[in-house]
Antibody
């Protein structure tokens, strides 16, 4: 059974940093691309970033480019999102999602999310 | 960054058929945008229904189908069930970026 468990969310002040993690199990993590998708309270889904199986292809939404960095550790079956220069508009539930392919296509399985609140 | 548009809300009768659409600010939606469709119910994580325009996952009910229609991606629900009441999001690919539409709230009434 595919399982994706996000962690690292919390309350952080504007301008500070936070690192999210996603622990994957139930599939061969090093064979699939991965994504981060967020959802602000009461709003729609927003794709944040994606990374191919070998980190060779990475993409970011314009809203986070230059501030967020996606990475993965295939030896640890883990996906990460380093978030710097956080803003109030980054407040959201952050989902980790597995791609159905090894290159960047789109999500098939989703985690339950970790909440990030940016506020002073 | 491109803008992806969806109907904000639609209503369908139980047993009826409804089509949701997904347009792109850059022009015609093609298979090259690899359209995806997701269903999200309140308090739950999204569930992927359709990938690459028309492909279904093993868990996708047969009553859902994906296509291209009139320059847009489309999700058709044939034989709506009460449990299909949910938010539906499309996602299009633009090089290495992905963009979600604003979502359609589907009411089964």
């Amino acid at each position: 059974e595919v399982q994706l468990v996000e962690s690292g969310g919390g309350l952080v002040q504007p301008g500070r940093s936070l690192r999210l993690s996603c622990a994957a199990s139930g599939f061969s993590f090093d064979e699939y691309a991965m994504h981060w998708v967020r959802q602000a309270p009461g709003k729609g889904l927003e794709w944040v970033s994606g990374i191919s199986w070998n980190s060779g292809r990475i993409g970011y939404a314009d809203s986070v480019k230059g501030r967020f960095t996606i990475s993965r550790d295939n030896a640890k079956n883990s996906l990460y999102l380093q978030m710097n220069g956080l803003r109030a508009e980054d407040t959201a539930l952050y989902y980790c999602a597995k791609d159905w392919d090894d290159v960047l296509t789109g999500p098939d399985y989703w985690g339950q999310g970790t909440l990030v609140t940016v506020s002073s | 960054q491109a803008v992806v548009t969806q109907e904000p809300s639609l209503t369908v009768s139980p047993g009826g058929t409804v089509t949701l659409t997904c347009g792109s600010s850059t022009g015609t939606v093609t298979t090259g945008h690899y359209p995806y469709w997701f269903q999200q119910k309140p308090g739950q994580a999204p569930k992927t229904l359709i990938y690459d325009t028309r492909n279904k996952h093993s868990w996708t009910p047969v009553r859902f189908s994906g296509s291209l229609l009139g320059g847009k991606a489309a999700l058709t629900l044939s034989g709506a069930q009460p449990e299909d009441e949910a938010g539906y999001y499309c996602m299009l690919s633009y090089s290495d970026a992905r963009v979600f539409g604003g979502g359609t709230k589907l009411t089964v009434l």
